[in-house]
């Protein structure tokens, strides 16, 4: 049995990951602390390393939040990209680079990415730009990272119990069930996968 952190748990795609997490112990966290372990915000250094101090040991990460600005690239803001930018992209980099110092020999951390980056909408250019970079990020950070700890991303697509949110802006998608989402989670975490991006798509 391992000890996980979810981050996000309580969010569609926190409860997709925990579906496939369920014989480990697992701490959970999100930006409100509401009905979770612990409150953490990824876009803040010192919140993310009081995480990380409060739990003490653990084997595991898996980030499910990434909060993206959608609007036409044309009228997106300096402040929107960055607002992206900085929860997407470096608040996942930041779980990565200071977890490293926290995480137990033969870990791993498991990050969220999204099928936008292969198969773009309208509004969704951040969101898009950003789910690039984490693939990117997994497959490059993999090959330096020390004491046997492992990097992947899961790409999913819209999931089953998020279409009633999303659906409407991603005409022609097939959504996928949110447990077959924690299967690519399971993988990531209980297998030996290290720098892959791990699809759900249908």
Same mark, same amino acid.
């Given at each position: 049995m391992k000890?996980?952190?979810?981050?996000?748990a309580q969010g569609k795609m926190g409860q997709a990951?925990?579906?496939?997490l369920g014989k480990h112990k697992v701490i959970t966290a999100s930006r409100s602390g509401e009905g979770c372990?612990?409150?953490?915000?990824?876009?803040?250094? @010192?919140?993310?390393?009081r995480?990380?101090?409060? =739990?003490?040991?653990?084997?595991?990460? $898996?980030?499910?939040?990434?909060?993206?600005?959608?609007t036409g690239f044309v009228e997106m803001t300096e402040q929107q990209w960055m607002t992206t930018v900085m929860s997407k992209?470096?608040?996942?980099?930041?779980?990565v680079r200071i977890g490293q110092e926290y995480i137990a020999d033969n870990g791993s951390f498991t990050l969220i990415s999204g099928i936008l980056n292969v198969k773009p909408i309208p509004f969704?250019?951040?969101?898009?730009?950003?789910?690039?970079?984490?693939?990117t990020f997994v497959k490059c950070v @993999?090959?330096?990272?020390?004491?046997?700890?492992? =990097?992947?991303?899961?790409?999913?697509? $819209?999931?089953?119990?998020a279409w009633e949110v999303y659906g409407e802006m991603m005409p022609g998608f097939q959504p996928v069930p949110g447990a077959l989402v924690g299967k690519a989670f399971e993988r990531a975490v209980d297998g030996f996968l290290n720098g892959e991006v791990l699809f759900v798509d249908a």
């Amino acid at each position: 049995m391992k000890t996980i952190i979810v981050i996000g748990a309580q969010g569609k795609m926190g409860q997709a990951a925990l579906t496939g997490l369920g014989k480990h112990k697992v701490i959970t966290a999100s930006r409100s602390g509401e009905g979770c372990d612990y409150k953490v915000d990824i876009t803040n250094e @010192a919140s993310v390393r009081r995480l990380f101090e409060q =739990v003490g040991h653990f084997d595991a990460v $898996v980030n499910t939040v990434g909060f993206c600005e959608y609007t036409g690239f044309v009228e997106m803001t300096e402040q929107q990209w960055m607002t992206t930018v900085m929860s997407k992209m470096m608040g996942q980099i930041n779980l990565v680079r200071i977890g490293q110092e926290y995480i137990a020999d033969n870990g791993s951390f498991t990050l969220i990415s999204g099928i936008l980056n292969v198969k773009p909408i309208p509004f969704a250019i951040a969101d898009a730009t950003t789910s690039g970079a984490i693939d990117t990020f997994v497959k490059c950070v @993999a090959l330096e990272m020390p004491r046997g700890i492992r =990097v992947n991303a899961v790409n999913p697509t $819209v999931l089953e119990e998020a279409w009633e949110v999303y659906g409407e802006m991603m005409p022609g998608f097939q959504p996928v069930p949110g447990a077959l989402v924690g299967k690519a989670f399971e993988r990531a975490v209980d297998g030996f996968l290290n720098g892959e991006v791990l699809f759900v798509d249908a």
